[in-house]
């Protein structure tokens, strides 16, 4: 009789395990199904953080694009300005500098006669290569090249 009392006891305590391990992985499942609620919620947070910073960023973004596109056209005004002062102020010299001319030969006797720097110089900007320079004012090459060369630096 004793051994039949503890052979139910023994089954009992086996149950009694079984269902304490069931209750226990159903407790588990629970939190985890609560952490995953929860995962989700501070994701779903996160998220509209983003998207409310992504819609920050665009708005700056184009207020930036309007700024930049108005102080290109305010930019492209200068230079275009700058640039018809520049016209007009080399218009002005050159007429100047006709007038000059037409007074100076005007006047008797007077002749001007330029000297070998400024006729290599003005031979270069027309065109001439170094070697029709040299023959055109009976000079040497090297020389000639040097001059120009010490004026392109300058």
């Given at each position: 009789m004793v051994s039949f009392l503890l052979i139910i006891s023994f089954l009992l305590h086996i149950i009694t395990l079984f269902a304490v391990f069931q209750l226990f992985k159903q407790l588990q499942t629970?939190?985890?199904?609560?952490?995953?609620?929860?995962?989700?919620?501070?994701?779903?947070?996160?998220?509209?953080?983003?998207?409310?910073?992504?819609?920050?960023?665009?708005?700056?973004l184009k207020q930036e694009k309007v700024s930049t596109e108005e102080k290109k056209a305010h930019n492209k005004q200068t230079i275009q300005d700058i640039a018809e002062k520049k016209q007009n102020r080399e218009k002005a010299a050159k007429t100047e500098l006709s007038e000059?001319?037409?007074?100076?030969?005007?006047?008797?006797?007077?002749?001007?006669?330029?000297?070998l720097e400024s006729r290599v110089l003005q031979l270069h900007s027309k065109g001439k290569s170094i070697e029709e320079i040299a023959k055109a004012l009976d000079c040497g090459k090297t020389e000639a090249e040097l001059i120009i060369k010490l004026y392109q630096k300058a």
């Amino acid at each position: 009789m004793v051994s039949f009392l503890l052979i139910i006891s023994f089954l009992l305590h086996i149950i009694t395990l079984f269902a304490v391990f069931q209750l226990f992985k159903q407790l588990q499942t629970k939190k985890q199904s609560n952490n995953a609620q929860e995962v989700m919620e501070v994701l779903q947070i996160y998220l509209d953080e983003i998207k409310q910073e992504n819609n920050e960023l665009k708005s700056l973004l184009k207020q930036e694009k309007v700024s930049t596109e108005e102080k290109k056209a305010h930019n492209k005004q200068t230079i275009q300005d700058i640039a018809e002062k520049k016209q007009n102020r080399e218009k002005a010299a050159k007429t100047e500098l006709s007038e000059l001319d037409d007074l100076v030969n005007q006047l008797p006797g007077y002749q001007v006669d330029a000297s070998l720097e400024s006729r290599v110089l003005q031979l270069h900007s027309k065109g001439k290569s170094i070697e029709e320079i040299a023959k055109a004012l009976d000079c040497g090459k090297t020389e000639a090249e040097l001059i120009i060369k010490l004026y392109q630096k300058a």
